[in-house]
């Protein structure tokens, strides 16, 4: 038996690729189904069953097309209402696909109705197991994500699955959790890239604590999540659309300005100093990076018109590729080129980039704006530092001083995006382009 990774850094997650002989499974694949049809293709598989976990909040789905597309079997987990045929397995239920078998175990807590899967060997013996949002790497899925009336009994539900599995289960296991690799999914960052149930008893929250003391730290540490996610679980649940992954349609530089002028949405996907040396006024810079699609679906206004500028077409099929997994599928266009060739009349804008060194030796009465979430600010700050989390930004400028702005974050990247919104109001913006944990070392923070 032979168990791929198929990696999913840009939202934090992982699928599956379970192979024995020439019959695989797949567990909770991404809409993106090419990659995995691709790996099938290459080890001479055949995909007869998909697996989800639960219905996902952080990504749309590719299982119901995937199970369409090859004629597999689908399996989701019984309880929750779906607008699509499914074979719904309780706890206890075996999928045999082949010399492949997986026992369903009910594990809610990241959602109500949530399995993990344990894959057995021949004598019937629990080998690994695919947890889904249950047991990650030395932490736990988040169990916020249903609405705060459902986040106490789902927390205290969290902590018996996560115990059940640890009992239940072989101590040489391994561990397979979809979520945990930088995912909002996870209630903490999860640790190491691999793990066993045995080495869960060690590490994991849910296993080194007392209930009570689990359910009081993770409720204490749960921060804010991306605003896209309330459209997932809906998507999920009604069955999502095949995905489209094809080319938006060009936009010339007139067309441009008129979007720019309009106040539509006109996205800058090249990185942020070249953003910030040169570009259209009244574009954002969310460049083409690993935090890309997370933060951009988490700002963008659902169903407004949205138009890419890249440096080429590859940068924008690969934006594509991103966004069709968040379930923004539609694009109003696109255009490519040096920014100059594209400007038509709009003005070209630019702002400083620094190091934190350069705040050390900044004048006085320099404002500061500090983008992080309120738990990574009163973790340690710029001394007199104004926080003012991302998310939240677009409501709050008019909190931000008059004057010169230096904007900050923990590595420069949503301190770009923060710079080209406060650079949109005609503000003067210095884009700190730099680690936090350089101003810890300058003895900058407090």
């Not at 490519?336 to 009349?345: C, D, T």
């Amino acid at each position: 038996m032979d168990i791929c990774v198929i990696e999913t850094s840009s939202l934090g997650d992982r699928s599956y690729l379970v192979c024995d002989g020439d019959t695989a499974v797949v567990i909770d694949p991404q809409r993106d189904i090419d990659r995995v049809l691709d790996l099938a293709r290459d080890r001479g598989v055949t995909i007869t069953h998909v697996l989800e976990t639960h219905i996902h909040n952080d990504y749309v789905t590719g299982g119901l097309e995937l199970s369409r597309t090859l004629g597999a079997e689908y399996v989701v987990p019984a309880g929750d209402e779906l607008g699509y045929p499914r074979r719904a397995v309780e706890d206890g239920d075996i999928v045999e696909a082949g010399p492949i078998r997986l026992q369903a175990m009910h594990t809610p807590g990241h959602t109500h109705h949530h399995a993990s899967y344990g894959l057995l060997d021949p004598s019937g013996t629990v080998v690994g197991v695919f947890t889904g949002g249950s047991m990650l790497h030395g932490t736990t899925g988040r169990t916020d994500l249903l609405g705060a009336e459902h986040t106490q009994a789902l927390t205290h539900a969290q902590y018996h699955s996560v115990r059940r599995l640890a009992d239940e289960l072989p101590g040489s296991a391994q561990v397979y959790p979809t979520h945990g690799f930088g995912s909002f999914c996870s209630a903490t960052q999860a640790s190491g890239d691999s793990s066993t149930i045995a080495e869960e008893w060690e590490t994991n929250p849910a296993l080194t604590q007392d209930e009570q003391s689990y359910v009081d730290e993770l409720l204490a540490g749960l921060s804010a999540y991306p605003a896209y996610y309330a459209h997932m679980g809906v998507i999920n649940m009604a069955g999502p659309a095949p995905v489209d992954m094809s080319m938006p349609e060009p936009v010339d530089p007139q067309e441009l300005r008129r979007r720019i002028n309009a106040g539509e949405w006109v996205v800058d996907l090249r990185e942020r100093t070249a953003f910030a040396a040169g570009h259209l006024g009244g574009t954002r810079s969310f460049a083409l990076e690993t935090s890309f699609v997370t933060y951009l679906g988490w700002l963008y206004r659902w169903g407004v018109p949205l138009t890419l500028i890249g440096d080429d077409l590859a940068q924008i099929a690969d934006a594509r590729r991103e966004l069709v997994r968040i379930g923004i599928d539609q694009l109003d266009g696109a255009a490519v080129g040096e920014i100059e060739s594209l400007r038509a009349g709009n003005e070209l804008r630019s702002y400083r980039v620094v190091d934190f060194s350069a705040v050390a030796d900044a004048r006085d009465g320099v404002t500061v704006l500090d983008v992080r979430q309120s738990g990574e600010y009163e973790d340690g700050h710029i001394r007199d530092a104004l926080n003012i989390p991302l998310h939240e930004l677009e409501n709050r400028t008019s909190e931000v001083p008059s004057g010169e702005v230096w904007v900050h974050c923990g590595s420069g990247y949503r301190a770009a995006i923060a710079s080209s919104m406060l650079d949109q109001t005609g503000r003067t913006v210095v884009l700190i382009d730099d680690d936090f944990e350089n101003a810890e070392k300058l003895g900058l923070t407090t």
